[in-house]
Every structure is written in structure tokens, then in C-alpha cells.
């Protein structure tokens, strides 16, 4: 019906999107905490390898073992010990924390006095755009990171 009045579907609009934007983020911050639970699995998995190992090791270099057989086995236990370091090193950086913007007490105030605003939508999605790119770029990180990490995982095993 033409000139009929309608509501604005702007805040209803609004809702689909805020609720879209949490969901993806939350995503994010899920595939986030999956690896950073594989990297700190595969790294303890690891180590516990490389203490057993060690031990058999040096029940293996017990008394009368031939000097050939202590020199491969020094060179290899080296090897995996490098391993393990270069591992530990790449684990760590899927760890660590990633500096990037998070919504700040600012920002929420910022947001509050600008709801009126006519381009508050425009805004809004702007920021979780803006938002989700980070927490996007910030996994990429890690998951090239663990990649890295489980190429250095089967040496040591």
C-alpha cells in the first residue's frame, strides 16, 4: 500500500545483526581455545615422550655399550631434543596472547551515546566488522603457528 505508514525495521535489523556478530565471534574464540588445547596436548605429549626416551636412553648406554652405538644415540637424542625446543618455541606462539582492540568501557560509552545517531547501524556493524577481522587475523596467526609446531611434533616422536 503506497503512503501507508510503516515501522522502522532498523532496530529489528539491528538485533539480527548484533546477534550475528556475537555468534561469529564467539566462534572465533572458539577455534581459538581448540588450538590452543591441541598445541599444549601435542607439546606435553611431547615432552612425555622425550622423558621416556631419555630413559631408555640411558639404560641403552648402560655400562659396555659400544662407543658407535653412544654416538648415534647422542646424535639422535640431540636431534630430538632440538625437536622438542623448536616445538616448545612454536607452541608457545599459538599460546600467547594476541594484541588487538577488544571492546573497552570507551567503546561501550561510545556506543551508548551514539544510538540515537542516524548512522548507528552503519557504525555498529563497522565495529564487529572491524572486531572479527582481528579475532580472524589473530587465528590465522595460530593456526600457521600450530602448523608450524606439528611439522616439529613427529621429530620429536
Do not use: C
Not at 606435553?44 to 655400562?63: M, N
Not at 540515537?116 to 563497522?126: H, I, K, L, V, Y
Amino acid at each position: 500500500m503506497a503512503g501507508s505508514p510503516r515501522s522502522d525495521p532498523t532496530p529489528e535489523n539491528l538485533a539480527h545483526v548484533l546477534d550475528f556478530a556475537r555468534k561469529t565471534l564467539d566462534s572465533e574464540f572458539a577455534r581459538a581455545n581448540r588450538l590452543d588445547e591441541k598445541a599444549r596436548g601435542q607439546a606435553t605429549l611431547a615432552g612425555s615422550w622425550f622423558a621416556v626416551t631419555q630413559a631408555v636412553a640411558a639404560i641403552a648406554a648402560g655400562p659396555g655399550a659400544e662407543k658407535d652405538w653412544l654416538i648415534a644415540l647422542s646424535v639422535v637424542l640431540g636431534l630430538q631434543a632440538v625437536s622438542l625446543f623448536v616445538l616448545m618455541i612454536f607452541a608457545g606462539k599459538v599460546w600467547k596472547q594476541r594484541k588487538r582492540k577488544e571492546v573497552s568501557q570507551e567503546t561501550l560509552d561510545a556506543m551508548k551515546a551514539s544510538v540515537s545517531a542516524p548512522d548507528f547501524m552503519e557504525r555498529t556493524t563497522n565495529f564487529f566488522t572491524t572486531t572479527l577481522d582481528e579475532a580472524q587475523k589473530a587465528n590465522e596467526a595460530r593456526g600457521e603457528d600450530f602448523k608450524w609446531a606439528y611439522r616439529w611434533w613427529w621429530p620429536v616422536l
